[in-house]
């Protein structure tokens, strides 16, 4: 079994910086892929950015504010987010994948990321 940790959440106002941290432990895989998923209040999950490990991928949503960096060797992915906005306020989940091809990182889709974290708050106030 693989279990992700996240830490790092909490609360920031709008325009600060907050990075997230999830690491992975117990019989990990080669995890090709770690990224984040985010579900907002009355909102579905989505993808926030995921990396495979160099390549990094985002949703438009964050483009240019967030930052992800995957250190495969050590099972370990963050999320740095700058220019916080309200509509960022969400449960962040850090999500892995073994031996996946880095076109199926890309698209961050549920149902391809079979280990997920329990999720963090992150609460962006205006």
């Known amino acids: 079994q693989v279990q992700l940790v996240e830490s790092g959440g909490g609360s920031v106002q709008a325009g600060g910086s907050m990075t997230l941290s999830c690491i992975a432990s117990?019989?990990?895989?080669?995890?090709?892929?770690m990224g984040w998923f985010r579900r907002g209040p009355g909102k579905e999950r989505e993808g926030v950015a995921t990396?495979?490990?160099?390549?990094?991928y985002y949703g438009d949503s964050v483009k240019g504010r967030f930052t992800i960096a995957h250190n495969k060797a050590k099972n370990t992915v963050t999320l740095q987010m700058n220019s916080l906005k309200p509509e960022d306020t969400a449960i962040y989940y850090c999500?892995?994948?073994?031996?996946?091809?880095?076109?199926?990182?890309?698209?961050?889709?549920?149902?391809?990321?079979?280990?997920w974290g329990q999720g963090t708050q992150v609460t962006v106030s205006s």
């Open positions: 999500a892995a994948a073994g031996l996946v091809s880095g076109g199926t990182c890309r698209l961050m889709r549920i149902p391809d990321f079979p280990y």
């Open positions: 117990g019989k990990t895989l080669p995890l090709n892929c």
């Open positions: 990396a495979y490990p160099l390549n990094t």
